[in-house]
C-alpha cells in the first residue's frame, strides 16, 4: 500500500511526523514532499499526476493559514484526500480548520483535528484496509492493545483512590 504525505511547507514537518511514523510501522510505502499550492503549483501537480498513476491509495495533506494545499490536491485527483489544518501564528489553526471543510460539493477532503497528523494516519489506514486484509488485521490488533492499555490505567486509578 502506498501513501502520500503533502506538507505545505517544510515548517510543518513536525505536524507530520507522528503520520508518517504511523503508516511506516503499519507497513505502508510513503512519499513525503513538502510543495505549496502557491509558491510550487506546477510541481504539486506533477507529483499529484504521479499519485494519480502509481498506485497511491490516499494523500494526506498538512497546510496551515489559507489551507489552499488539500483542496487544490482534492481538485486534481478522485484519491481520498486528508486535511491535517495546522496551527498558524495568528489564528491557531481555526483558519485552517474552515479552510479544509468548507470544500465545494464534488470536491471533499477528510478533515481531522488541528495537528491531528496522528490520526490522518489512522484515517488512510482505514481506508486502505478495505483492500488489505493485513493492515485491517494491523488496526484491529492495535485497538484491541489500546483497549488493554486503557482499562490497566483504570485498574491503576480505581486501586489508587477506591483502597482508602
Request: glycine share 8%; with cysteine.
Amino acid at each position: 500500500m502506498k501513501a502520500a504525505v503533502i506538507m505545505g511547507s517544510a515548517s510543518d514537518a513536525d505536524k507530520v511526523e507522528g503520520c508518517i511514523g504511523i503508516l511506516k510501522d503499519f507497513g505502508v510505502n510513503v512519499k513525503v514532499r513538502a510543495l505549496s499550492a502557491h509558491r510550487a503549483h506546477g510541481v504539486l501537480k506533477e507529483f499529484i499526476d504521479e499519485c494519480n498513476h502509481d498506485d497511491t491509495d490516499v494523500i494526506i495533506t498538512a497546510a496551515g493559514m489559507a489551507a489552499a494545499l488539500p483542496g487544490v490536491v482534492a481538485s486534481q485527483t478522485v484519491l481520498p484526500v486528508i486535511g491535517i489544518p495546522c496551527t498558524s501564528q495568528t489564528l491557531e489553526g481555526m483558519d485552517a480548520l474552515l479552510s479544509i471543510v468548507q470544500m465545494p460539493s464534488g470536491i471533499p477532503v477528510a478533515t481531522v483535528a488541528i495537528n491531528g497528523g496522528k490520526n490522518a494516519a489512522y484515517l488512510a489506514l482505514e481506508i486502505m484496509a478495505v483492500k488489505d486484509p493485513t493492515i485491517r488485521q494491523k488496526l484491529l490488533d492495535h485497538r484491541l492493545s489500546m483497549n488493554k492499555d486503557c482499562l490497566e490505567k483504570n485498574k491503576e486509578i480505581m486501586m489508587k483512590y477506591e483502597e482508602e
